[in-house]
């Protein structure tokens, strides 16, 4: 079971990035897809979630406005578009598998995750 996110780069404040979430050797069917974050020095912290069918999602309260998160079975995918990015965004960014109904937004919910991809937002 592999998740591999990518996408991450370095942007200016105001910018836009896509990130992706793809799977490999699993099946994303089923699975409850989590975006989180590490911003140097701090820990880890939840971003995003989306449920199998992708028609619930939850967000970070700080991120709400600007992030949207989807997914696309048919890819086995789930992307996170961040808009209107803030330096305060500046961190590692995971994705994570699980096949919970409840508590998306605790790091322990999750089975299976990606490698992290390093968004950057400064001027």
């Known amino acids: 079971v592999q998740l591999q996110a990518s996408g991450g780069g370095s942007v200016q404040p105001g910018g836009s990035l896509r990130l992706s979430c793809a799977a490999s050797?699993?099946?994303?069917?089923?699975?409850?897809i989590g975006w989180f974050r590490q911003a140097p020095g701090k820990e880890r912290e939840f971003v995003a979630a989306i449920n199998w069918s992708g028609d619930r999602s939850y967000y970070q309260d700080s991120v709400k406005s600007r992030f949207t998160i989807s997914r696309d079975n048919a890819d086995t995918a789930v992307y996170l578009q961040m808009n209107n990015l803030k330096p305060e965004d500046t961190a590692v960014y995971y994705c994570?598998?699980?096949?919970?109904?409840?508590?998306?937004?605790?790091?322990?919910?999750?089975?299976?995750w990606g490698q992290g991809t390093l968004v950057t937002v400064s001027s």
């Open positions: 994570a598998a699980t096949s919970a109904s409840t508590r998306w937004h605790l790091e322990g919910t999750y089975k299976y």
């Open positions: 050797s699993f099946t994303l069917d089923y699975a409850v």
